[in-house]
């Protein structure tokens, strides 16, 4: 083997770094990667950066609701080769989650095949496919019109948004999970109309308090349904961001077959599965800890829901059985918020009011952004239309002028000249083709013109006039709810009811 040389101007430099600060500086670089580029929601969209990037790659796609699915393999190598540099089964694991209607309370991704279920994974990417559910249209939507400000992605060759326009507070309404380094966060979903009413009312009354609040805003409503017992946890975790409730079953007693009654279950707690509450029942009475019951049967399928049927032997109690089963058992489960999200870079703990008021000064901001570029797109355009008045009156003398000019820089001066037009009116009217040019009615161009200047008018109103802008916000809300929103599903108890 040959020895290796060493150029003779070469210089060793050895530099002596302490291993207990390397290691502190390693670890907070670490952390700060953790907290703000993956496991952390942005408090105004609501979405992790993984999420915001499937969807946005989605968007890209055009993989729509109006289009055919196409395999989730292809959404996650386009995410992660573009703008997600991290593991394809994470991506995987979020696209997944945002599919799921029981993790959600308004799915973002329309899941085609097996994405599981409570008790079992998905299949793998290659075998399942996605598409936009119609809601992800409303928090894309503004994208073309300079509502958000887009960043490089990892490598500087493409750039991505920092942000979704977010139609809908989405924080809230499908909530978040995440574990990050020396904080994590647990919010649950909430219904989309209650807090759309929410925002409007703090859109009409900006003083108002939390107890008027919650007045729109009770308390979380669930995907999977369920009685929340208790209501006292709500309301310190809207005030502080912190708190728990308990969420128990649904269930009521009835007869299952000619000689026996039993407990029918037709809605679990939030994330419980059949198959855990099965599990845990049979564990109970193999260790005799639980008498009475003969069977258990999980006859939950799509057409009919959930429904575990635990049928309970004669001379048993099933009222009191029913008690005790949701004190040894997931029947009856704690969901502990902790409301952690980003707000300006930077993690808080926020409470119900904060949260909503972060909302609404982004969709503020979105609205004025989408507002200010709608002006001067219609500006622009009746400059145009003035443009064309002016020539169409004498077509005649324009193609005149055209034809009879060397190049198209003396045409445009000529132009300028005859109808007193502008450098880009006259561009304008150069660039349009003969045919177009002609087929113009002085009739279309006023009736265009008018329009222009009467949008012109509501633009700039908006722009100038707060309450204006507040009132576009409330309408978009409204309309937003209308279409997307849902009936409540979870039922909330101040205490707990006796068994039905």
Not at 217 to 227: A, I, K, M, N
Not at 243 to 259: L, M, N, Q, Y
Not at 278 to 285: C, M, R, S
Not at 383 to 412: K, M, N, Q, Y
Request: include cysteine; charged fraction near 25%.
């Amino acid at each position: 083997m040959a020895k290796k040389t060493v150029d003779d101007d070469f210089t060793e430099n050895i530099i002596d770094v302490d291993v207990s600060r390397e290691m502190e500086n390693s670890f907070l670089e670490y952390a700060y990667s953790v907290i703000y580029s993956r496991a952390l929601p942005d408090a105004r969209d609501g979405l992790k950066p993984v999420q915001r990037r499937i969807l946005f790659t989605m968007s890209d796609m055009g993989v729509r609701p109006d289009r055919a699915h196409v395999k989730s393999a292809r959404v996650v190598g386009q995410v992660m080769g573009q703008l997600h540099p991290h593991g394809d089964a994470a991506i995987y694991d979020a696209l997944v989650r945002t599919a799921q209607p029981w993790a959600m309370r308004l799915p973002l991704v329309d899941g085609h095949g097996n994405f599981g279920s409570l008790d079992a994974g998905p299949a793998a990417m290659r075998y399942t496919e996605c598409r936009m559910a119609p809601p992800a249209l409303a928090m894309i939507d503004g994208f073309d019109e300079d509502t958000v400000d887009f960043e490089p992605n990892y490598d500087g060759k493409e750039t991505e948004p920092s942000v979704l326009p977010a139609a809908f507070p989405n924080l809230l309404v499908n909530g978040a999970s995440g574990i990050a380094v020396g904080m994590a966060t647990n919010i649950p979903p909430h219904n989309l109309v209650e807090v759309v009413a929410a925002l409007r009312h703090m859109l009409n009354h900006p003083d108002t308090d939390l107890e008027e609040i919650m007045r729109f805003v009770p308390g979380p409503d669930l995907p999977t349904g369920g009685r929340i017992v208790g209501l006292d946890g709500i309301a310190d975790a809207y005030r502080t961001g912190k708190g728990s409730f308990k969420i128990r079953a649904t269930a009521r007693i009835e007869k299952v077959s000619p000689r026996r009654r039993g407990i029918v279950v037709t809605e679990l707690p939030y994330m419980v599965g059949p198959e855990r509450i099965i599990d845990q029942i049979k564990t109970l009475v193999q260790s005799k800890k639980i008498t009475g019951i003969s069977d258990v049967k999980d006859l939950t399928d799509l057409a009919n829901g959930t429904r575990l049927v635990i049928e309970v032997k004669n001379g048993i109690n099933p009222e009191a059985l029913l008690e005790r089963l949701y004190k040894l058992t997931k029947l009856e489960d704690s969901f502990a918020i902790n409301a952690v999200s980003l707000v300006e870079g930077q993690p808080r703990t926020l409470g119900l009011k904060e949260m909503l008021q972060v909302y609404l000064d982004h969709r503020l901001e979105v609205t004025l952004r989408r507002t200010n570029f709608q002006l001067n797109k219609a500006k622009d355009r009746l400059h145009l239309v003035e443009g064309l008045l002016l020539a169409i009156v004498d077509i005649d003398d324009v193609i005149a002028i055209i034809r009879s000019s060397e190049d198209a820089a003396t045409a445009r001066t000529r132009l300028m000249e005859a109808f007193n037009l502008d450098e880009v009116q006259a561009n304008y009217i150069l660039d349009m083709q003969l045919r177009r040019l002609t087929k113009f009615s002085t009739i279309e161009l006023e009736s265009e013109r008018d329009e222009l200047r009467e949008r012109i008018e509501g633009l700039v109103l908006i722009v100038n006039d707060e309450s204006e802008l507040r009132r576009v916000v409330s309408e978009d809300l409204a309309e937003v709810s209308t279409k997307y929103g849902t009936p409540r599903r979870t039922v909330l108890l101040g205490a707990a009811p006796p068994a039905a």
